[in-house]
Nanobody, 120 residues
Framework: VQLQASGGGLVQPGGSLRLSCAAS????????MGWYRQAPGKQRELVAV???????NYADSVKGRFSISRDNAKNTVYLQMNSLKPEDTAVYYC???????????????WGQGTLVTVSS
């Protein structure tokens, strides 16, 4: 099982980016999916999470600007980021709790991280 994140890049303040993260492998089911970020010199923090039923939760710092969604048929989670600020600059990691077919166990999986830089 692996998570493949994409969509990061350089954007000016006020701009938008859309991150994607696709899970692949011996997947039987996926529960919660989410995005976390880690800025230089800081700890990794939660950005947004979404349950299998579509319930969402956001960090206060991104509420009203970011939107998380998922496509269960594609095992993919998205993060639409609008009104980006320099303080949103970080490596963004996707996460998913996955029931693995080969082990019949739930495990946490992380993507490789994608860099988002907000700068003029």
């Amino acid at each position: 099982v692996q998570l493949q994140a994409s969509g990061g890049g350089l954007v000016q303040p006020g701009g938008s980016l859309r991150l994607s993260c696709a899970a692949s492998g011996s997947i039987l089911s996926i529960n919660g999916m989410g995005w976390y970020r880690q800025a230089p010199g800081k700890q990794r923090e939660l950005v947004a999470v979404i349950s299998s039923g579509g319930r969402t939760n956001y960090a206060d710092s991104v509420k009203g600007r970011f939107s998380i969604s998922r496509d269960n048929a594609k095992n993919t989670v998205y993060l639409q980021m609008n009104s980006l600020k320099p303080e949103d600059t970080a490596v963004y990691y996707c996460n998913a709790k996955i029931l693995v077919m080969t082990t019949m166990e739930w495990d946490d999986y992380w993507g490789q991280g994608t860099l988002v830089t907000v700068s003029s």
